[in-house]
């Protein structure tokens, strides 16, 4: 059997202080500061362009901030050298695109890149760590063929498993579910809160599952217009009022039957003729 992946010392700090991000001289994201909890798995959620994925990219530095700064464990992130970085911190981006050719084990193995050195090459352990992460996000099988022969939920856990292999203790993952069915939308969210619990590894991820991001987030972040709204433990912030606020939708936020967490219940027209129906014994 592959290896688990090995147990982090510590708990990676990051978080942002007053920072404007945006694209071409235009703002996006401008005056904010957080904090991601040490260790714990942070969820970010928002309607469409409020900045979560901008605040994402200044966080793993590949945007520069404007005013600001970002810091990893009390050190500015863009004083550090890349390598450096790159062992301290993952990211998986939305969209990620791999090189025409390579084979899943190939991708995969990539993520051990900030490793080597001219004294340090392959090792036992890089095979270990590229095997784990195969392992834990069910591409195994996956390893000898093309990346581009996957289907888009394969290549989505293979990418996942490249950051996994990169054994890093920050991980940020841009819609790390997209292209997957609920199976297996689970099935990652599990992993990584899995490895978070092996590993203290302090994952920050966007989603826009609200209930999914509810299950799954130890610290919530809601963002609306380059901002942060609120944010803390699930059951604190996710309320009718902020869905509301946020989204400009109506809701019912009820507990989860199986965990507990809010469960947020659309309300909308066609909720509207349904429910007097089925007051009255009417089939829907």
């Known amino acids: 059997m592959p290896p688990e992946m090995p147990l982090e010392a510590h708990a990676t700090r990051l978080g942002a202080r007053n920072v404007t991000l945006g694209y071409a001289g235009a703002p996006i994201v401008e005056g904010l500061s957080l904090e991601l909890p040490a260790g714990k798995v942070t969820i970010i959620v928002g309607a469409n362009a409020c900045g979560k994925s901008t605040l994402l990219r200044g966080l793993a530095r590949l945007l520069a901030p404007g005013p600001g700064a970002v810091h990893l464990n009390g050190t500015e992130i863009h004083k550090l050298p890349t390598r450096a970085l790159a062992r301290e911190l993952g990211i998986l981006p939305q969209g990620p695109t791999a090189p025409d050719g390579i084979t899943v084990s190939e991708l995969v193995g990539r993520g051990r890149s900030p490793h080597q050195g001219w004294f340090r090459q392959w090792t036992d352990a890089d095979d270990d760590a590229v095997a784990a992460a195969l392992s834990v996000t069910g591409t195994l099988e996956l390893a000898a063929r093309n990346v581009e022969e996957l289907s888009g939920g394969q290549r989505q856990r293979v990418w996942i498993a490249m950051a996994l ?120």
């Open 165 to 284: 292999a990169q054994e890093t203790g920050a991980l940020l993952l841009d819609e790390p579910t997209t292209y997957l069915d609920l199976a297996h939308q689970v099935e990652v969210l599990d992993v990584v809160s899995e490895l978070n619990a092996r590993r203290q590894t302090t994952v920050a991820m966007v989603l826009h599952d609200l209930n999914l991001a509810a299950r799954y987030a130890d610290h919530l972040v809601a963002m609306k217009a380059g901002q942060v709204v609120a944010q803390g433990p699930p059951g604190a912030v996710l309320t009718a009022a902020l869905v509301r606020e946020v989204f400009g939708l109506e809701s019912v936020v009820v507990p989860d039957p199986v965990t507990g967490t809010p469960l947020v219940v659309p309300l909308g027209r066609r909720a509207a003729v349904l429910r007097p129906r089925l007051r009255q014994g009417v089939p829907a």
